[in-house]
């Protein structure tokens, strides 16, 4: 059983290269029980990668991650967490009922087709089209899908990959809603996106990833009068403006 007091998640000094390409340079932050967590950062910056380190699809080079104290690299670690990848893709001959049966046996675990069609409703999804193929689901459709899988299985941590990926604005915000209700119900998660306004809205804190560090850990509305900016998302291109700045200088 998972430690209350235990945290979610321990990244500490984690560095990964790829060859000559450095993408992670000693990155460092621990989660607390219970918070949203946002990752930022431009495309190739690192996060996916350090997501995979998480989930241990791949090796980091030096430093080490935990979840509840657990190396990431175990299989324990891995049964107290959800993830949702960036490019979700269901099999497209398996009905939706069925590819969230899969998804919940995994974790020992029923499906609730109740559970299931009131889920589908909460993230804007027809419960009918759940009898029917995902090869006929749209795009936003899909990703609901997935969705609907991560947050079934019920563990205490979730990562989600660009989980606002296809879905229009009224998804979205039924999205952020169903996140904000998982951690009113103790769970921690722990999500990537380019939608600045989404991670500026929801999160207890932010951290931001540039130039292989973690270049910002903390809330994001005390990041944005740091850079004399009322958006997350100007707040961040100052930011990492500056960084370069600081980069070429130093060249």
Known sequence: MTSPTASPLVVDAVSKSYGTQHVLDAISFTLNPGEIFGLIGLNGAGKTTLIKILLDLTTADSGQARIFNEGSNSVKARTQLSYL??????????????????????????????????????????????????????????????????????QPFMILDEPMSGLDPRARIKLKDVMLRAKGEGKTLFFSSHILSDIDEICDRIGIIHNQKLVYLGTASEFKPTFRESTLERAFLRAIGEQEALKNSAA
């Open 85 to 154: 990848p960036e490019k979700f893709t269901p099999s497209r001959y398996l009905r939706g009922v069925e590819h969230l049966a899969l998804a919940l046996s995994y974790y020992g675990k029923k499906l609730d087709l109740e559970k299931a069609k009131a889920l589908a409703t909460d993230l804007d999804l027809d419960p009918e089209v759940l009898t029917g193929k995902v090869g006929s689901y749209s795009k936003g459709m899909g990703q609901k899908l997935g969705l609907m899988g991560a947050f079934m299985v019920d």
